[in-house]
């Protein structure tokens, strides 16, 4: 139990910084790749829901491949696959040296477009359920359709969309895992080296579900925070009319 306990503990004879610092890369992966797929996911949606048969194409064949395609895929094409249409473009315009993409950078993309296509979908339901006339009566308040969506639809979205979103973040905390294979040092790259190096695969795995186990339930209470939050003038409005 002892040498567990070293094993595990900060300074030179543990793995505990390590460990440590490799959550932080996931937890910071994860908050870095979040916006940037809502965000995407959001445009994707508004594509799929457009009135120009192109767009609706555009934004259903990129949820079509993206959610087809495994992640790990996704990360390999993005790492090795953009890195070197980038070198090849830098060349081309008469730079020289190598231009190469940053791990985390690379994790960041290629996740965020997986959670885009997934993300989509949740918006398209959400969108769906808010009535058409919110939109109407705001346009007939004198709101243009950027107004509107800001103040009118988008307050409501994220009400409708939050339970769905919640389950997407929660997929996206797992799926950081996959970064160490591009060698980006978080939680699962450290973990591995450290199984190489003490041959003691039970203890530092097991470490490593106890972390994410610790970030699923932070994650949880907080995702229902927000939920209370967004819904208290839903539940307020029940209330006053009983």
């Known amino acids: 139990m002892d040498?567990?306990?070293?094993?595990?503990?900060?300074?030179d004879r543990g793995?505990?910084?390590?460990?440590?610092?490799?959550?932080?890369v996931t937890i910071a992966l994860a908050l870095a790749t979040l916006p940037f797929?809502?965000?995407?996911?959001?445009?994707?949606?508004l594509l799929k829901r457009s009135s120009s048969a192109a767009l609706r194409a555009v934004g259903t064949v990129y949820t079509t491949v993206f959610r087809g395609l495994p992640e790990l895929l996704t990360l390999y094409i993005?790492?090795?696959?953009?890195?070197?249409?980038?070198?090849?473009?830098?060349?081309?315009?008469?730079?020289?040296?190598?231009?190469?993409?940053?791990?985390?950078?690379?994790?960041?993309?290629?996740?965020?477009?997986?959670?885009a296509a997934f993300s989509s979908e949740v918006w398209v339901g959400a969108l769906n359920a808010i009535p058409k006339g919110q939109r109407e009566g705001a346009y007939a308040l004198g709101l243009t359709r950027g107004l509107a969506f800001r103040?009118?639809?988008?307050?409501?979205?994220?009400?409708?969309?939050?339970?769905?979103?919640?389950?997407?973040?929660?997929?996206?905390l797992k799926e950081?895992?996959?970064?160490?294979?591009?060698?980006?040092?978080?939680?699962?790259?450290w973990t591995g080296r450290a199984n190489i190096v003490t041959k003691e695969p039970f203890l530092f795995f097991g470490a490593a579900c106890l972390i994410y186990l610790v970030f699923s339930l932070i994650s949880?209470?907080?995702?229902?925070?927000?939920?209370?939050?967004?819904?208290?003038?839903v539940a307020h409005n029940a209330g006053a009319g009983r």
Do not use: C
């Open 3 to 11: 040498s567990y306990l070293t094993l595990l503990s900060f300074g």
């Open 176 to 189: 950081t895992s996959l970064i160490s294979v591009i060698a980006l040092p978080d939680l699962m790259y």
């Open 151 to 172: 103040l009118v639809v988008m307050p409501q979205l994220l009400r409708v969309a939050l339970p769905g979103l919640g389950n997407n973040w929660m997929v996206l």
């Open 78 to 115: 993005v790492y090795f696959g953009l890195q070197l249409g980038m070198q090849h473009a830098w060349k081309t315009l008469g730079f020289s040296g190598n231009l190469e993409m940053p791990a985390f950078v690379a994790g960041m993309i290629a996740l965020g477009l997986v959670l």
């Open 37 to 45: 797929g809502l965000a995407l996911g959001l445009v994707v949606a």
């Open 15 to 24: 793995w505990g910084d390590e460990l440590a610092s490799g959550a932080l």
């Open 220 to 233: 949880s209470a907080g995702l229902q925070a927000l939920e209370r939050r967004t819904n208290r003038g």
